[in-house]
């Protein structure tokens, strides 16, 4: 059996239920041109590495995929954006989603947490950049609620006014032992959704480990997502502490960025 291009490079492909007609996956350090310290696969144009080794990089990307990933400039925000044909790369966003076949909604990440989502019918797909600040968002509302409600115009009419039915899938991110916080970011979960403090753990000088798997977990669950896959905080999912296949930027600093993609077949 001939094995698709997705399977013959060390990414990651969800374990999850979606549709047939819905792919995903995640990459990793390999499969790339660039030189340390962006070895191999980095696929972030703002990251200092040569700008021609990320054109090569992102070709190998969309020929894997065999669809278009569109790459957006993030801005730790909650902003989400619809993806169309014509959308260009560059568009400022945190999220994006999308029901046009052959587009892959695409989000870089080098520590954040990457949330691919998509409905049961497979219909629409969504890629989410959920770093501390757009999970936490403002007064409780924040990039997966931002979403959520993308979600809502695009739903089918089959659907009820006040429910999707999504699943989601959480990529590699800095891991609950090594997300190391101050009590500013403890508050910005907790003052809105009391029941974060269980993913915090207190250290010495006022620092905490925030778990962001279980941070986007709670939040996923208080919208009614209650299947999600992929990270579960343990320690093959961290970034920072594989450092032979993830980048990672708070561990290196100077970092390439890998990719989360979905896109109806």
Same mark, same amino acid.
């Given at each position: 059996m001939?094995? +698709?291009p997705?399977?013959?490079?060390d990414?990651l492909l969800?374990?999850w239920?979606?549709?047939?007609?819905?792919r995903a996956v995640?990459?990793?350090?390999s499969g790339?041109? +660039?030189?340390p310290p962006y070895d191999?696969? &980095?696929?972030? +144009?703002?990251?200092?590495?040569?700008? &021609?080794?990320?054109?090569?990089?992102?070709?190998?990307l969309?020929? #894997?995929?065999c669809?278009k990933?569109v790459f957006?400039t993030q801005?730790?925000g909650t902003d989400?954006?619809?993806l169309a044909?014509e959308t260009p790369d560059?568009?400022?966003?945190?999220?994006? *989603?999308?029901r046009?076949?052959?587009?892959a909604?695409?989000?870089m990440?080098?520590?954040?947490?990457?949330v691919?989502l998509?409905?049961v019918?497979g219909t629409?797909?969504a %890629?989410v950049h959920a770093?501390?600040?757009?999970l936490?968002g403002?007064?409780?509302?924040g990039?997966?609620? +931002?979403?959520?409600?993308?979600?809502m115009p695009l #739903?089918p009419?089959?659907?009820s006014?006040?429910?999707i039915?999504?699943i989601a899938?959480?990529?590699?991110?800095?891991?609950p &032992?090594a997300?190391?916080?101050g #009590?500013?970011?403890?508050?910005?979960?907790t003052?809105?959704h009391?029941?974060?403090?269980a993913c915090?753990?207190?250290?010495? !000088?006022?620092?905490?480990?925030?778990?962001l798997?279980m941070? *986007?977990?709670q939040?996923?669950? *208080?919208? !009614?997502?209650?299947?999600? @896959?992929g &990270?579960?905080?343990s320690?093959?999912?961290?970034t920072?502490?594989?450092p032979?296949?993830? @980048?990672?930027h708070?561990?290196?600093?100077?970092?390439?960025r890998? %990719?989360?993609?979905i896109?109806?077949a």
């Amino acid at each position: 059996m001939t094995r +698709s291009p997705l399977q013959t490079i060390d990414w990651l492909l969800p374990d999850w239920p979606a549709p047939p007609n819905v792919r995903a996956v995640c990459t990793t350090r390999s499969g790339g041109v +660039s030189v340390p310290p962006y070895d191999s696969l &980095n696929l972030g +144009s703002h990251v200092g590495d040569d700008a &021609n080794a990320v054109a090569r990089n992102r070709a190998v990307l969309q020929d #894997a995929l065999c669809a278009k990933p569109v790459f957006l400039t993030q801005v730790h925000g909650t902003d989400m954006l619809t993806l169309a044909v014509e959308t260009p790369d560059g568009a400022v966003a945190d999220g994006v *989603a999308t029901r046009e076949p052959g587009l892959a909604c695409t989000i870089m990440v080098a520590d954040c947490l990457p949330v691919l989502l998509c409905d049961v019918h497979g219909t629409q797909v969504a %890629a989410v950049h959920a770093g501390w600040r757009g999970l936490a968002g403002v007064g409780g509302e924040g990039v997966l609620e +931002s979403v959520y409600r993308q979600f809502m115009p695009l #739903a089918p009419v089959k659907y009820s006014d006040n429910a999707i039915d999504l699943i989601a899938w959480l990529g590699p991110c800095i891991g609950p &032992n090594a997300f190391e916080v101050g #009590a500013d970011v403890v508050a910005a979960f907790t003052r809105s959704h009391p029941q974060a403090a269980a993913c915090f753990k207190p250290l010495s !000088g006022g620092k905490w480990l925030a778990d962001l798997p279980m941070l *986007a977990r709670q939040r996923l669950a *208080a919208l !009614g997502v209650s299947r999600v @896959f992929g &990270n579960d905080g343990s320690a093959p999912w961290c970034t920072v502490g594989n450092p032979l296949r993830f @980048f990672s930027h708070r561990r290196d600093r100077v970092s390439g960025r890998q %990719a989360a993609c979905i896109w109806l077949a």
